[in-house]
């Protein structure tokens, strides 16, 4: 299966500072991009659906201004918690679809810690 | 509104076969996946499943019935590495993944 790449694995900031994670496909042009958050023994919830070249489309509740996302090519797309607080921590997955593939392929997650 | 529902949680004994199902009520429909989740992982693709019938793959089935909104995931010959929780996706006609809560699989020896 194609192979999508999600950077960094673990992270450790410090409350009021940013964190940029990054999504790559690295075998295949990614369309279209999702960013999940999910808690603890929680299922995935759904944060923002990145097309490349337009601007990420929010789920209710999320903060688009907190939560910076970019798709600016087809092979890359970012996460920037800005301004992170503790309630933050959390672990976040991005997947991607290419375009007439069904599925969606996921990176490896990033455990963000806010201290 | 979209609704996917799958239990909570499964107790099975290693070896033997289990069946997760999966309702779901959405706005149109593109395909039903299942993923499996360790701990602390990111989700790895099982199946997935676009016509009615059964889908075999190893040790792993999945079966769909459209008219019905119902899918289920058979596991065979149950090992302690499937434990896991195993999450129901659908894909909604505007091709939105709609995720269930998943089912938090224990395999017991």
Redesign the interface.
Known sequence: ?AVVS?HPSRVICKSGTSVKIECRSLDFQATTM?WYRQFP????M?MA?SNEGSKATYEQGVEKDKFLINHASLTLSTLTVTSAHPEDSS?Y?CSARGQGI????????T?LTVV | GQNIDQPTEMTATEGAIVQINCTYQTSGF??L?W?QQHA??????LS?N?LDGLEEKGRFSSFLSRSKGYSYLLLKELQMKDSA?Y?CAV?DSNY??I????T?LIIKP
């Open positions: 299966g999600q999702f023994k929680k299922s995935l759904l659906t672990f997955i069904t599925e969606a392929f996921f990176g490896q997650g455990r | 593109n395909g996946f993923y602390g992982e990111a989700p790895t693709f997935y676009v929780s999450l894909t939105q993944l995720w269930g809560a998943g938090k």
